[in-house]
């Protein structure tokens, strides 16, 4: 009996997570600004993702927009483990790093978050609509915090 209602709470507690995720995105309201438009153009940037030399790493993780402009992020894991990117300001990836420290193989394929296995490619488009300086990080426990993360400033 036990086991079965420790079941029922996991399961509640995925489903919980799950209708934040759709509740935080059904607004479109995104901290970094919002998803883009396929119709308009785009500045096309190549993000690797890297795991070698005892050092996980964006290449770039760094990247200057401008306050409206489009880019097509084409994300590459060019290493053997499986990141993600998401983008967003620091305050929230702060927060979505804490779910992911519950929830470790929480997958994504958001408008700004991506799920990448290795040697597998994502993209995302995405429109900057603010200025301020966000955050790209693969928030799976301890990669950001090896080095996996980097900077979009917006002027």
């Keep these: 009996m036990k086991r079965s209602s420790l079941n029922a709470a996991t399961v509640a507690v995925f489903l919980g997570a799950a209708m934040f ?17 396929p119709k308009k153009p785009a500045r096309t940037v190549t993000v ?61 394929d958001d408008p700004n978050a991506k799920s990448v296995d290795p040697g597998k490619t994502a993209e995302i488009l995405w429109r900057f609509t603010k200025a301020g300086t966000f955050e790209f990080a693969c928030l799976i426990p301890d990669h950001r915090e090896t080095g996996m993360h980097g900077t979009v400033a917006v002027k």
């Design 21 to 37: 995720a759709a509740v935080a995105h059904e607004g479109e309201h995104f901290s970094a600004g919002e998803p883009g438009n």
């Design 48 to 108: 690797i993702m890297s795991d070698s030399d005892g050092t996980m790493r964006f290449i770039p993780d760094s990247l200057d927009a401008k306050k409206g402009e489009q880019v097509h992020f084409i994300i590459q894991n060019k290493s053997a483990l499986k990141h993600e990117f998401t983008l967003a300001s620091v305050q929230d990836n702060n927060k979505h790093a804490e779910l992911m420290q519950k929830y470790p193989d929480m997958e994504h």
